[in-house]
Each structure stands twice: as C-alpha cells, then as structure tokens.
C-alpha cells in the first residue's frame, strides 16, 4: 500500500477504503496496520467500517458451503464431453460448404473408459463419436447427422422439459441474446407436438439453436445453423439408431432429429416443422 | 516464471479425458456453476457460462501454463465470457455509478450487534438474498474474496481492473452486505 501521508479527515477515509479490506483480512503490511491504527483512534466511522466488513467477511466465510450452489449433474457431464468434443465441432468449413474437420487424435479407449465410468451417458457418446471418426467422415451430411444426434442424445436426455413454453417468445428472447432470428414452431396437438426447451447448441460455439420438444413419446430435435450448407431438398441420414432430416432454406440449415422410425408420420412432423419454422 | 506449452496437444488443442488437466479443470466445475450463478442469477444462464468457459478452456488448454493457477485461469476464461454475454445484451457488469452506491452505503440502516447480525445470517437464503441484491462489482469481488478465496491479484487478472480498485470493491462490497443484513433484520423484527 502508499505510504501514509496527512490529509483532511474525508480524504485519509476515501485513502484507507482499499486498505481496509487487506486490513480485515491480516493481510495489510505492517506500515498499512498501524496507520490504519492512527487513524482510527480518531475516526469512530472507519472503526465502524472494519467492524462492519469484519463482520461481514466472518458471515460469508461461515456460510459458505451453504451458499454454493453445486452443479447439476448434467451440467458436469455435458462439460466433460467437451474435454474430448472440441474435435466435433463443425468446422467453419463445414458450415459453408467446403470439407469437414479432418479425424481427430482420440484419447487411449482402455483408460478412457475407466475414467469415463461415472458419466455413463456422456461416456457412451463420447466411445460412440470415436468408432465414428474412425470410420472417417468424408460427407457433411453424415457429419451433421453425427454431430446433431450427439447433442440431440446429450441435451433431450438431461434437460427436464418446461410446459407451457411460449414459441415466440423464446424466439424473441433468441433473437435479442443472439442476434439473429430464428422461429419456433409451436406445439401441435394434431402433430402430437410439444415444444419443451429451446437451447443454444455448443457445437458449433453456440452458433447453434436446438429446439427440444417431445413427439409421439419420443424426443425430438430440430437445429438450426445460421449459413446455408445444404440444398433445399430434404436429405436423410441415420446416426446411432436415429433418424436425421435435414434442408436448408434461405440462408438457414435445419435439422430434425429422432430416434422414431422413418415413416409417414416422420414425413408429416417435418413438414409441419417445414411449415412453421421460417 | 518460466512458461512452457503443454506436452503434445492434440490438432485442436483439447487435452482429452485422459489428461490431468482436464481432471483438474473438472474438479472446479461446482465453483464455477456457483459463481456463475452470482454473475448471472439465472441457473440456464449459469449452465451455458460455464459450459462456454470448458469449452474455451479445453480448446485453448496448449495455452495454459503449467505451474499457474489452473483454477484463476479458469475463472478469468469465465470473466471474460461474462463480459462479451452482457456485452451482447447490452449491459456493462462492471458500470458502477460510483455515487448511487455511496448513498446506499450511507443510507445505513440500524445497527445491529455482531450476534445479532451473525444469529440473523445463519438462514443461507437470506445471505444469499443480500449478495444478489449487491451491484455486480461489488457482489463479484466479495465473491471471488470471501467465498473462492483467491487473492487481490488474481481477482484483479481475472476482472480487469487494478488491485487497488478490487480491495476498494471489496471494502465496499462487505460494508454494503452488512448493511442489507442489518436492513433485513431490522425488517423482520
């Protein structure tokens, strides 16, 4: 800290202000202590402040434990998944059009598993995504497919739905905090249809909307990528037992996924999702 | 201090499940979850805060150097990311008026004995309530002092502020949540 030097009563206050945290908390130098001492013999309202933050520093300290709040479990899993998914990322390349991410250094799988045990989920995903990359990549659809459904999996299971969740305006709401608009098609009891989370997806550095709703007891996705990556006929992949839909339109890449089969009905949610979400 | 690149990073940099860096960076997960609910007070917010800071900081992780602190690091990643969130929302977190908080520090209360305040402080949801209630600067900076107990340099590393405007913060900071204790208890008598 300066050196004490004289100065009007206010002044020494406003001066001691820094002083008196390192003070209340024995960490101020020896100099500090005892002008803070001097000080104080004279002034009751600087007593009082150390009093006061002394106090104060003892009650937070005291309850600490109890004011943390512990991370949910999903939120660990889903931030160790990144430990080794970075490498899934879509790569810029990708999103625009050009080749996707070349195959990444995978950790050793014996004492991946090992340490991996406890998040089972993220585990099974993360073992999945390796017998994947090992295959290689060579098409940005199978890509996408891959990596939707990886998040898809990760966030569907983890995240409780929300009822009653308005479409426009978690759109709304998207759009301030993102700034570009996306629209959310509402829940439909025809399309037996209900909306339940719309999440910004970090594959792509949060450059992701993920909308979660439940169908026909089922989860379902649909991502939207800001670029324009696909043509605007629907193409189809299948990814770890689920199924992928995926167009762009405008200068947007949608994406459906679900682990319901391929049939009429899957034909018919998408259109309705086709119908609502531009 | 001698700074050196990790070890064999891979292409993108993430260090793997298997590394000891992402052990380590892991076991600070419920510290920033709890910080990053003060920063933000929204659980979905706090959830994507952190889940942004791994993912920066296993991108990123060739960039960290051994023998520092693995744990400020992580928290200045979780700053900064706060920062360019409320920066996009439009709000600045470290934008104090100076002389709204004077009056509210001035606007003391009544004065409370240390017993009575400690007796009232047990109930967590009502410290908690007082903390929240603090301007983010002051808030964050009692916060990173009295909770992760890092130190004024840390804490003015990860903030971007000079020492000196920290230990102020702090002082202020401890002198504000004593007052809102004193405001609460004095209302519930």
Redesign the interface.
Known sequence: MSAPRAGDGVNECRDL??????Y??GEATAADCERVRQHTEACGTCRE?I???R??????????E???????AT??A???A??????LSVAPGLVSGAAGP?A?????PA??VR??APLSLAATI?LAVATVFGLGLNDKVQALAFQTTVDHVTCSRFKAGSANLDPAAAAEQWN????WAISVPASSLAADLELQAVR?C?VT??SVAHMIYSWMGESLSVFVLPKRTLGDATRFARRFRHNTVMWSRNDRTYIVVTPRPRDPSLDKVVAYVQAHAY | MVFRRRSAP??????????PF??E??SY??????TA?RLTRR?AD???L???T??KA??AANQFQRGTNLKAWLFTILHNTFRNMRR??GRNPVDVDSETVEQAVDAAGAQQT?EQ??TR??I?AD??AA?DALPDAFRQA?WL???EEFT?AEIAAMVGVPI??V??R???G??M???R?SRMKAGAA
Request: charged content about 25%; overall charge positive; proline content about 8%.
């Open positions: 202000e820094p002083v008196l945290a390192a209340v908390d402040q009093a006061s933050q106090l104060a520093r003892e009650v937070v300290r005291a309850r600490r109890g004011l943390r709040a512990p991370a949910p939120l660990k889903q931030c160790a990144h430990a080794v998914r970075p490498s070349a990444p250094a995978l950790p050793r004492s991946f340490r991996w993360v301030t905090r993102f700034g910004r970090l550095d949060g | 891979g292409a993108t940099g993430a260090p793997g499940a298997d590394d992402t052990t960076a892991l997960v419920d510290s920033l979850y709890g609910m659980p706090a959830e994507d952190v889940q942004d791994y993912l296993f991108r996009h929302d240390p305040l400690l402080a047990t967590d410290l908690q903390l009692v002092r009295d909770v004024y000196g405007t230990m102020s702090i002082s202020r401890r002198r949540l004593f007052e204790l």
